[in-house]
């Protein structure tokens, strides 16, 4: 089960950090790529933002793989450490703002994307959100990554399984 824990997390963490840097740095190709051919950057970002509200149903679907797996964790894992304690904490933030994101900023932002063109306050608004996204994503990125990382610092390493220091060996070799 704990292994299953790991592979959930791992995962999760994958997609919320490889992936959504991925899916913000193909955006952003695409956005400079059509501003060199011409065209507005409004209308590039725009045509980005169905690439935004698809990929966020991914992360909606990671978020919840991660709760599973930290929760798995938390519950029969045997690391009880800081180092565990700050991963659950970074975890915990990346499912808080990967929910935000998918649900609390995404849905507004697709209601009011098919309006942007005609009404000026649906472009406002939606301005608005996308700014507040990019913190948000920005920083579930962030949080993600940090979580994906921190077990190779501790005394387990990555694997989970414990790191035999050179002295260790060294004894055991020099008593055979």
């Known amino acids: ?4 824990a790991k592979v959930l997390r791992t995962i999760a963490l994958a997609l919320l ?19 060199a051919n011409g065209i507005p950057v409004e209308e590039a970002a725009a045509a980005n933002a169905p690439i ?13 793989m991660l709760t599973i797996g930290e929760a798995l964790d938390f519950f029969v894992g045997t690391d009880k450490s800081k180092l565990a304690k700050m991963r659950y ?5 990346a499912i808080a703002t990967a929910l935000g994101f998918s649900l609390g900023i995404v849905p507004p932002m697709e209601v009011l994307l098919p309006r942007m063109k005609e009404a000026a ?9 996308h700014h507040i996204s990019q913190m948000v994503f920005g920083a579930s ?3 993600a990554f940090v979580s994906l990382v921190l077990p190779v610092f501790s005394r387990n390493g990555a694997s989970g399984k414990p790191v035999e220091s050179a002295s260790t060996t060294d004894v055991s070799a020099t008593q055979s």
């Open 89 to 93: 904490l970074f975890s915990g933030l």
């Open 1 to 4: 089960m704990e292994t299953f």
């Open 121 to 129: 306050e649906a472009h406002q608004e939606f301005q608005k959100l």
């Open 52 to 64: 935004f509200i698809g990929y966020s149903r991914i992360v909606l679907g990671a978020a919840i």
């Open 141 to 143: 990125i962030l949080c």
């Open 17 to 35: 950090s490889g992936g959504s840097a991925a899916t913000v740095f193909a955006a952003i190709v695409m956005v400079k790529a059509a501003k």
